[in-house]
């Protein structure tokens, strides 16, 4: 086991190398408080999904995936990204799942523990899904 490599289909972009430390540590907060703003202007009975299935199957809610844009698919900013982002996202519908760059089945979820301390959720066992990666 290697616990500071590369996720099964990151490539070389280890998340504890020194680009992914500063995105993970500066994403942990900004994803909390984010979070933590729609829940307070959300309905207590939305729920928040990282299955791409459940959320289909639901009457709605918040659907979390995490966005990869790096290399030649970067923009020109960060705000392009998110826009790189998003096309790809729905250029997988209506199944993204097939789209999933990260086979990592054993994950320490760091959107479900946003999740849970938001509010969006109360299952521990959020800490232990893996969330949908598009990669541009």
Known sequence: MFLTKARTGE???????GA?????????????????????????????????KAFE???????????????????SGHAHDAEIAVQTFQAALPNPELANAISEQ?????????????????NAQQLSEPCLVIKA
């Open 11 to 17: 490539g070389n972009r280890s998340w504890s190398a």
């Open 20 to 52: 992914g430390c500063g995105a993970l540590a500066t994403g942990l907060v900004e994803v909390t408080w984010l979070l933590e703003q729609i829940r307070t202007k959300t309905p207590k009975s939305a729920a928040a999904f990282l299955n791409w």
């Open 57 to 75: 199957a639901s009457d709605g809610g918040l659907f979390l995936w995490e966005a990869f844009v790096s290399g030649k698919a970067k923009g």
């Open 106 to 122: 054993s994950v320490l979820s760091l959107i479900g523990a946003s999740m849970l301390r938001a509010g969006w959720s109360t």
